[in-house]
């Protein structure tokens, strides 16, 4: 029929458009494979709709499947369908212009009331990306009317493209690529099997391959949970994520309103540091009706939720232009704010009916929870309540309570809620500071991690109960010690404080009596807004030359220490025993906060005090 051949040409700005679609818009050659595979997958759901409401339908009982196959001699790829086929109208309307796609016209010719799933390809550019590898293209198709007509169309991708009758007995379209010299590693079974397994593992026909099907076409997301099992979920996270651990939990949604999409998310066994240290979350495969779009989506979770993995798939995914450009949808915001909405309720849920489970919960992902209260301001609360805390009240360090039962433990005269914070439950248990509210059996919450600095700098307060360190100078404690019969006369308090300010000069913000020991001499407070020593400690890792501020010094004139102190400065203030006492005395409260720059320092003040000792003890009858 070579003599009914028509040749037609692009519109000059078409074939700019054309060469920008095959040089720019795709960041990998392979995604051709997956357009073209989308397409069959159109034209097979539209037939299958069609053929509800048409009785007349050419090869009505032919399967609905898609067939790859490779030629390797002569460098050519085929994808063929029997879907809905075109006419001579439908390949110029949708093949001879460039983004103009004939599901979108489909979808328009419908009933509105009625709705049609599965329809990709609505805006007519994915053919074009053959191109890429294609040094020429032939497409053979035949409509389903039973008086139809076969065509070809072939192109070879330079302005131009030949449209001729041919005798085609069957219904659908076959696409066959010839490729260029340097995309000839395509045509390899192997290389169109994963490409298939990658990008088409979810179409719901069956993609065959040298007589085997190779996607899997049920995606798991989409089914309800009814036709899943525990086994399948395990299974499926394996093969999403390579690991070899069961999924710690796991989270089904099929949401309808206000957006519509599938997701399955999964929570790991354990986390690494390319985890735990990451800036974004990249966890989440993204899927347009089924057909993979984005392996690591950075825009559908929060970063504080980057531990969480699995698979979002949405049917309202506008497919502008290319399938790859939607990072910035909206339509994406609205589907990460229902999933963050939708993880902050399941974790509620199971700390509420799943103590225990819970528990493990926190220990694995808490520090992230913990970023979240800083970071997402929206669901501040929501995160709030999914805080939880070691404290003075619980036997270990392993057991937990939320800032809720906290509150609810509190005596009615208590305003603040108190914490301490510390590399371990074992350093802050020797925390010269805590000894008060051990004495009068105040909770405190014990904080181990770097980041429970900055949470407690920004969360500053909860349930109208400000929260504030055990260590700074501005804590709301009773003064039980004014009438007490142990502490030195105010005069001799006065005496001593006056002269271990006098010896400590600018190492100290200042030198006062205090309120809170009961068992240690002496301990340092911070100031009212000043950084914890824990977090200066951090500060100064980072940046050798961050100065440590200065502390005030805190004075137990009820201890022995400083009561023999009082009675050596009546006996000689100018004694050298007297400097290295306060010197220690200032050393040994550095060294429990952890600030002591050289405790090699301490060790011939050490020296001095073990020889007086001994001469002492030597001297007794």
Same mark, same amino acid.
């Given at each position: 029929?070579?003599?009914?051949?028509?040749?037609?040409?692009?519109?000059?700005?078409?074939?700019?458009?054309?060469?920008?679609?095959?040089?720019?818009?795709?960041?990998?050659?392979?995604?051709?494979?997956?357009?073209?595979?989308?397409?069959?997958?159109?034209?097979?759901?539209?037939?299958?709709?069609?053929?509800?409401?048409?009785?007349?339908?050419?090869?009505?009982?032919?399967?609905?499947?898609?067939?790859?196959?490779?030629?390797?001699?002569?460098?050519?790829?085929?994808?063929?369908?029997?879907?809905?086929?075109?006419?001579?109208?439908?390949?110029?309307?949708?093949?001879?212009?460039?983004?103009?796609?004939?599901?979108?016209?489909?979808?328009?010719?419908?009933?509105?009331?009625?709705?049609?799933?599965?329809?990709?390809?609505?805006?007519?550019?994915?053919?074009?990306?053959?191109?890429?590898?294609?040094?020429?293209?032939?497409?053979?198709?035949?409509?389903?009317?039973?008086?139809?007509?076969? $065509?070809? $169309?072939?192109?070879?991708?330079?302005? *131009?493209?030949?449209?001729?009758?041919?005798?085609?007995?069957?219904?659908?379209?076959?696409?066959?690529?010839?490729?260029?010299?340097?995309?000839?590693?395509?045509?390899?079974?192997?290389? &169109?099997?994963?490409?298939?397994?990658?990008?088409?593992?979810?179409?719901?026909?069956? @993609?065959?391959?040298?007589?085997?099907?190779?996607?899997? @076409?049920?995606?798991? $997301?989409?089914?309800?949970?009814?036709?899943?099992?525990?086994?399948?979920?395990?299974?499926?996270?394996?093969?999403?994520?390579?690991?070899?651990?069961?999924?710690?939990?796991?989270?089904?949604?099929?949401?309808?309103?206000?957006?519509?999409?599938?997701?399955?998310?999964?929570?790991?066994?354990?986390?690494?540091?390319?985890?735990?240290?990451?800036?974004?979350?990249?966890?989440?495969? #993204?899927?347009?009706?089924?057909?993979?779009?984005?392996?690591?989506?950075?825009?559908?979770?929060?970063?504080?939720?980057?531990? @969480?993995?699995?698979?979002?798939?949405?049917?309202? #995914?506008?497919?502008?232009?290319?399938?790859?450009?939607?990072?910035?949808?909206?339509?994406?915001?609205?589907? *990460?704010?229902?999933?963050?909405?939708?993880?902050?309720?399941?974790?509620?849920?199971?700390?509420?009916?799943?103590?225990?489970?819970?528990?493990?919960? $926190?220990? *694995?992902?808490?520090?992230?929870?913990?970023?979240?209260?800083?970071?997402?301001?929206?669901?501040?609360?929501? &995160?709030?309540?999914?805080?939880?805390?070691?404290?003075?009240?619980?036997?270990?360090?392993?057991?937990?309570?939320?800032?809720?039962?906290?509150?609810?433990?509190?005596?009615?005269?208590?305003?603040?809620?108190?914490?301490?914070?510390?590399?371990?439950?074992?350093?802050?248990?020797?925390?010269?500071?805590?000894?008060?509210?051990?004495?009068?059996?105040?909770?405190?919450?014990?904080?181990?991690?770097?980041?429970?600095?900055?949470?407690?700098?920004?969360?500053?307060?909860?349930?109208?109960?400000? &929260?504030?360190?055990?260590?700074?100078?501005?804590?709301?404690?009773?003064?039980?010690?004014?009438?007490?019969?142990?502490?030195?006369?105010?005069?001799?308090?006065?005496? @001593?404080?006056?002269?271990?300010?006098?010896?400590?000069?600018?190492?100290?913000?200042?030198?006062?009596?205090?309120?809170?020991?009961?068992?240690?001499?002496?301990?340092?407070?911070?100031?009212?807004?000043?950084?914890?020593?824990?977090?200066?400690?951090?500060?100064?890792?980072?940046?050798?030359?961050?100065?440590?501020?200065?502390?005030?010094?805190?004075?137990?004139?009820?201890?022995?220490?400083?009561?023999?102190?009082?009675?050596?400065?009546?006996?000689?203030?100018?004694?050298?025993? #007297?400097?290295?006492?306060?010197?220690?005395?200032?050393?040994?409260?550095?060294?429990?906060?952890?600030?002591?720059?050289?405790?090699?320092? &301490?060790?011939?003040?050490?020296?001095?005090?073990?020889?007086?000792?001994?001469?002492?003890?030597?001297?007794?009858?």
């Amino acid at each position: 029929m070579s003599e009914n051949k028509e040749i037609h040409e692009y519109q000059a700005e078409m074939q700019k458009v054309l060469d920008i679609l095959v040089h720019s818009l795709y960041t990998e050659r392979e995604i051709f494979l997956r357009e073209l595979i989308s397409n069959a997958s159109d034209a097979l759901s539209k037939i299958q709709f069609t053929t509800l409401t048409n009785p007349n339908i050419l090869d009505k009982d032919v399967p609905l499947e898609v067939k790859v196959s490779f030629n390797e001699e002569e460098k050519t790829i085929s994808i063929e369908d029997s879907g809905i086929g075109m006419n001579k109208e439908d390949i110029i309307g949708n093949i001879g212009k460039i983004a103009s796609s004939g599901t979108l016209k489909f979808i328009k010719s419908l009933d509105q009331k009625e709705k049609v799933d599965n329809l990709i390809g609505q805006f007519g550019v994915g053919f074009y990306s053959v191109f890429m590898v294609a040094k020429k293209v032939v497409l053979e198709t035949r409509s389903f009317d039973l008086e139809g007509q076969g $065509w070809e $169309w072939s192109s070879e991708g330079t302005g *131009k493209y030949e449209l001729q009758p041919i005798e085609k007995t069957s219904r659908g379209t076959k696409i066959t690529v010839y490729l260029k010299e340097d995309a000839e590693d395509f045509c390899a079974e192997y290389r &169109l099997e994963t490409i298939i397994k990658k990008y088409s593992d979810y179409v719901p026909f069956p @993609v065959i391959l040298k007589d085997k099907t190779v996607n899997q @076409v049920k995606a798991l $997301w989409t089914l309800s949970k009814s036709e899943t099992t525990k086994e399948d979920y395990e299974k499926f996270y394996k093969q999403l994520t390579h690991d070899y651990k069961a999924p710690f939990h796991y989270q089904h949604l099929s949401i309808d309103a206000p957006i519509q999409y599938f997701s399955l998310l999964f929570l790991p066994e354990e986390i690494g540091n390319e985890v735990l240290y990451a800036r974004e979350s990249t966890g989440i495969s #993204l899927y347009a009706q089924r057909i993979f779009i984005q392996n690591e989506n950075k825009n559908l979770l929060p970063s504080y939720f980057r531990f @969480v993995r699995g698979v979002v798939d949405s049917e309202d #995914l506008p497919l502008n232009v290319s399938r790859e450009n939607i990072q910035h949808n909206a339509l994406l915001e609205k589907i *990460k704010k229902s999933l963050v909405s939708r993880l902050l309720k399941e974790f509620q849920n199971i700390s509420e009916t799943d103590v225990e489970k819970y528990q493990q919960i $926190w220990k *694995k992902y808490g520090i992230f929870l913990k970023e979240g209260v800083s970071s997402d301001f929206p669901n501040r609360q929501k &995160l709030l309540e999914l805080l939880r805390f070691n404290s003075s009240t619980l036997d270990d360090a392993d057991q937990v309570t939320s800032l809720k039962d906290v509150v609810s433990r509190m005596r009615e005269e208590q305003k603040e809620i108190y914490y301490a914070i510390g590399p371990s439950r074992e350093a802050i248990l020797h925390n010269p500071n805590l000894e008060y509210f051990k004495e009068n059996g105040l909770e405190v919450l014990y904080l181990y991690e770097h980041v429970d600095d900055f949470l407690m700098m920004d969360l500053r307060e909860y349930d109208g109960k400000p &929260l504030k360190s055990i260590s700074q100078a501005d804590i709301d404690i009773d003064d039980k010690k004014e009438d007490s019969k142990e502490a030195l006369p105010k005069a001799e308090s006065k005496t @001593v404080i006056g002269y271990i300010k006098e010896q400590l000069g600018d190492k100290v913000a200042d030198v006062v009596e205090s309120k809170r020991l009961v068992g240690s001499p002496c301990t340092l407070m911070n100031a009212k807004d000043g950084m914890s020593s824990h977090m200066e400690k951090m500060m100064k890792a980072v940046n050798k030359d961050f100065e440590i501020s200065k502390r005030t010094l805190e004075i137990n004139t009820s201890h022995v220490m400083i009561k023999n102190m009082a009675d050596l400065l009546k006996k000689d203030k100018n004694s050298p025993f #007297l400097k290295d006492y306060v010197e220690q005395l200032f050393n040994n409260a550095l060294l429990v906060e952890g600030l002591l720059d050289n405790p090699l320092e &301490l060790l011939p003040r050490m020296y001095r005090f073990m020889e007086d000792a001994s001469k002492f003890h030597l001297d007794q009858p």
